[in-house]
């Protein structure tokens, strides 16, 4: 299951002065993962807000599989019927979420007709890409340097990956962090005592999808006491459940069953090198369960600043996943509790441009 993995719902209404903002995303329901759910809270947060939220995602066009990732449907020739949707809706703002065939389309359809947009890195495709291929990482960056330059600002969600992509040549980087549901993720959440049962304790838990670029096995290969979970589903994880049958695998979870999953953990172990923020990082913290991860962009980022213990970061995964336990969740709660999706959704607004549609 993918970060965020909760089903996403839009309810923006309009109100009296709000803008109109297009979000023009190639993820979008029915995928599960942390830009849709990033995207589908901040379009609730919007409409809370009084503005009128559209997104065109690849559900309205013919689609096709993704190569390598068949569960991901992409759209095919969206040009025509974009440029119709983008007419009847008549954005304020447009926004364009990914980089792929829709959001390629959408910025052919803004450059042609002299529209400002923005744009968001929010996904390490290049080091995806050399990790399925083995090509260089170097020439997709080239190549997603020239797409968001062209737009009005580029979207980040830590400072860590910020400073990399200015690095990198990437123009107008602004700051976007994310944001934690602390109502549907918390420590006393139903379900808890249910969630693993049978397993002997600690219980190291990861949440996620289950695919390459998460670097799963890092954590699966460890050498932990007690007993390894993996909450999700992925291209990867009949492999896994084949080559590590003494871990358990759930499955996708959904709400509070999803919730229940990080509070009966012991420690999430987030063994991703390339997210670019992590989601599931501060749904564990708000479940009251510490983090263990690599000194990456993402954890580097969500837990700087902590008043407490609340996980660990180490280059040696065993002594992060060890050195975590024993944290106190009041911390981990607390610490969760900085993170508004009000706040993201606001500096979200601070960051558009006029469209001049």
């Known amino acids: 299951m993918p970060d965020g993995m909760m089903e996403p719902l839009i309810q923006a209404q309009p109100g009296i002065g709000g803008r109109r903002i297009l979000l023009v995303s190639d993820a979008w329901v029915p995928q599960v993962n942390g830009v849709v759910r990033t995207l589908a809270t901040l379009a609730r947060e919007l409409g809370a807000m009084g503005h009128v939220v559209e997104v065109i995602g690849p559900e309205r066009f013919r689609t096709l599989p993704c190569p390598t990732y068949p569960d991901i449907r992409l759209a095919l ?14 954005p304020g703002h447009v926004h364009i979420a990914t980089e792929g065939p829709l959001g390629m389309a959408m910025a052919r359809l803004a450059r042609r007709r002299g529209w400002r947009f923005t744009t968001c890195f929010a996904t390490r495709f290049p080091d995806y890409i050399a990790a399925r291929t083995g090509l260089p990482a170097g020439w997709f960056y080239a190549w997603l340097r020239r797409f968001h330059n062209r737009g009005d600002g580029t979207l980040v969600a830590t400072m860590s990956l910020g ?3 200015a690095g990198r040549g990437f123009r107008e980087v602004r700051p976007w962090t994310r944001g934690v549901d602390l109502a549907a993720f918390h420590p006393q959440v139903a379900g808890v005592a249910d969630a693993y049962p049978g397993l002997a304790r600690p219980i190291f838990a990861y949440v996620g999808r289950v695919a390459v670029e998460k670097n799963i096995e890092a954590f699966l290969r460890l050498d932990l006491p007690g007993s390894k979970v993996v909450v999700g589903d992925g291209p990867q994880r009949a492999a896994l459940e084949r080559a590590f049958p003494a871990v358990r695998f759930t499955g996708a979870r959904f709400g509070a069953a999803l919730a229940a999953s990080y509070a009966a953990a012991d420690v999430f172990v987030f063994p991703s090198r390339t997210d670019t923020f992590g989601l599931v990082l501060l749904e564990a913290l708000a479940c009251g369960t510490p983090v263990a991860a690599y000194p990456v962009t993402g954890p580097v980022d969500v837990l700087a600043g902590a008043a ?38 606001e500096l979200f607004l601070r960051h558009l441009v006029p469209a001049g549609i």
């Open 163 to 165: 400073s990399e992509l």
């Open 308 to 345: 407490g213990h609340v996980g660990m970061m180490d280059t040696d995964l065993r002594r992060a996943a060890l050195g975590a336990l024993g944290a106190d969740p009041a911390v981990c709660r607390a610490h969760a509790e900085r993170f508004s999706w009000r706040a993201c959704a």
């Open 77 to 90: 020739r969206p040009g025509r019927g974009l440029a119709r949707a983008v007419a009847d809706f008549a």
